[in-house]
């Protein structure tokens, strides 16, 4: 089923149009015609490159066979393909642009093909990663509330306090990893990122207060250009990324007494930074952190690492994907740990190789 | 003893319902609970509460049409209850005429602070209907002079321009209350025919630049994202 468009049709009508006129320019100063099959063939090689399937490759193909036969070659301005010569040469040359013609169409196909096979990959891992997640917390919701229910008089009113706080936290905890998942969503699918103009300030204004109303006991320092600046994003999805970065720094540090929050301005990024000077990450781990299932390796280190940041980290990932932007991690010296993470300063139009380009980031942080 | 407000839960989700009714009788607040719209409805009129919690996902209406309702006869304050991704829900609900927004999931601690608030607002517009309005406004080290057309931070008059002061007097009037990108523009500037915020944002980083220690960390003026600004109301 030949999808066709009237974009792609006007291309392949003006690329046989320029080679045309090219071939008649070549002709002009040379002796001899050997140049015209090699202009048609590169031709149907643009064409089948920058068309959507294989119909405008196969139709430049044959256009070209029969152009350069009327138009190219003795008798001009006539068809002639019975010349001696002529038909193995015309057959060569239908052959050779029909197979770069779908060469190359197969070859963009497969790219879209491993595209949508990471993409699907990175589901499957996030999902694998989500329902761990929420199976803990939600076996351990269930089981204190039952003996909170059936035992009540048998248990203390320390215990029972206990008990609660750990159903509250779980909760708090579920709450977390929901928000998680809906900042997905709205990034999901082929719909765009809705992206308005925000101010910086506003920005970490926004993240740094929700992120005080948890943890209000962590020495947070915040840093911004003085003059006010505007960057495209989706204000919420950015917050989000900012808040997990926190409060992944306050669950994973342990030995942290500070967070440094700052925001520089580098080659029409604005790069933001979340440095804290907690517990190095394990090496091991680093390079995965944003895959959404760094999470393994930390758990067989013991039971009390259940309060991973798998999912945070691979959505925080997903957004600056979706704005354009990079983040990396990395551990400082003495210690301490870094994210960084930057938005271009203006909306770029293409995303086109956001995909391509997934998953060698975390080991080369600047 | 002073007669108990009366707080119409409306919440179609029974264990929600159920948490916000046990925190607020636990708080001395007598609270009716409805759980669909025409029942909200038919609760404003024939129970007379103090104030509506309105959850905006019920199963019969939408919640925005009951704001319309109730605002067409009465200033009954009305706080909505939100997801937190549902930015323009929120801020077409204010733009109804809603006086507060809370965001799922809450704690009680914020929503006791938030409906005293809004109760104490709505109070206030009530007791003295007519009455100067306050002369100042003084949370932390900022006061908003309203005779003087001044703002003072610890003590120290602050150069605004008039726009800039007429955004934070307006927000002082509210304060403790999110007042919409579109209301502010509206009050400020008249019809926004451009339907953009730049100007109004650009006076916000000015008044910042004036009036807050860090701009990047405020402490007077709050943004909610993608919905507007808040004045600090203490703690």
Redesign the interface.
Known sequence: MPRLSVKDSLFTAAAIMVSSGLCGILSLFGSGDVHVPLVFVLTVLVVSRLTEGYFYGIFTSIAAVFGVNYVFTYPYFAFDFTIAGYPLMFLSMLAVSLITSALTTQIKQQEKLRIETEKEKLRANLLRAISHDLRTPLTSIAGSTSILLEDENRLSGEQKRLLLQEVRDDALWLIHLMENLLSITRIGGEARIRKHLELLEELTGAAVHKFRKNCPAVHLRVTAPDEPIFVPMDIVLIEQVLVNLLENAVIHGKTLTHIDLSIALEDGMAVFSVENDGEWIDARVLPHIFDGYGVRADEKRGAGERRNMGIGLSVCRSIVKAHGGDIYAENTPPRGVRFRFSLPLKDMKDRADDGAKEGKEGDNAS | MPLKERVLVVEDEKSIGHFVATVLTSNNYDVIVAHTGAEALAMVTSQSPDLVLLDLGLPDMDGTSIIKTVRSWSRLPIIVVSA??H?RDKVEALDMGADDYITK?FGPSELLARIRAAIRHAGAAEAFPGAAPAEKYQVGDLVIDYDKRQVLVAGVNVRLTQNEYRIIALLGRHAGRVLTYDYLLREIWGANPRG?N?IL??N???I??KIEK?????QYI?????VGYRLWEGD
């Open positions: 937190r991704m930015e999931p953009d730049q944002r650009v916000m980083a000015n910042r630049r860090n701009p990047a960390e405020p709050f943004t909610e994202a993608g």
